[in-house]
């Protein structure tokens, strides 16, 4: 791949600007703050994705957290296409049994990911385990999630910036956007 001189020139759209994030994270910290009042939570990032928003999230809840973070990726497919089938690349550190659990996710597209995540967490006997995904794409899914928090529905589009990737590149960007077409026909 090709090291560009500026990333956002490669940007044709901006679906989510900074603030806006930025607004809807503090909006979402706030809501689980009083959910969970009383109670101690046990947040679960999974890596790579939601990198940023688990960071900005945690910092806007008022209880006592817990993090800890899980990597998985799946099997084959292309960078745009999920084959549902899960491989775990980094398991949790610390035991969820008994624990309140909320799951920080950066993207729900066809839930397949998610739904093996919550399979696999569930057979940990947490006390409870919830959602919470920045962005929601309902367009693609393919299984039924019950997700609890979600920060954007968003169309069937391709999204980078702010954790997610293309290409493993973009994740550094302060918003979401869509890339221009050309990008993606440069890399075939
Ligand atoms: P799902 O299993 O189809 O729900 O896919 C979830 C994962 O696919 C996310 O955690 C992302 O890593 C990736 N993904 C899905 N849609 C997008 C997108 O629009 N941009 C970047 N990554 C995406």
Redesign the pocket.
């Known amino acids: 791949m090709t090291r560009r001189a500026d990333l956002a020139n490669d940007v044709a759209e901006v679906l989510l600007t900074e603030a806006e994030i930025t607004a809807r994270v503090q909006e979402l910290g706030r809501r689980i703050s009083e959910d969970y009042a009383g109670r101690e939570l046990t947040l679960v990032s ?1 890596l790579k ?1 939601s990198l940023p928003f688990m960071a900005d999230l945690m910092r806007e809840i008022a209880i006592p957290v817990q993090i800890d973070l899980m990597e998985v990726s ?1 099997y084959g497919g292309t ?2 296409e ?1 084959t549902g089938l899960v491989r775990i690349l980094k398991d949790l550190s610390s035991n969820i049994d008994g624990r309140d659990v909320l799951v920080v ?10 739904n093996y995540l919550m399979r696999y967490l569930r057979g940990k006997n947490p006390a409870s385990l919830r959602i919470c995904t920045l962005l929601d ?1 309902p367009a ?1 899914r393919l299984v039924e999630i019950p997700v609890d928090y979600v920060g954007f529905t968003i169309p069937d ?4 910036g702010y954790g ?3 290409g493993e590149i973009y994740r550094n960007l302060r918003f979401v956007g869509v890339l221009r077409p050309e990008v993606y026909a440069d890399q075939g």
């Open positions: 999974v994705g799946s960078a745009t999920n996710e950066d993207i729900i597209d066809t839930g397949l990911t998610l794409k693609r589009r391709f999204v980078i997610l990737d293309y």
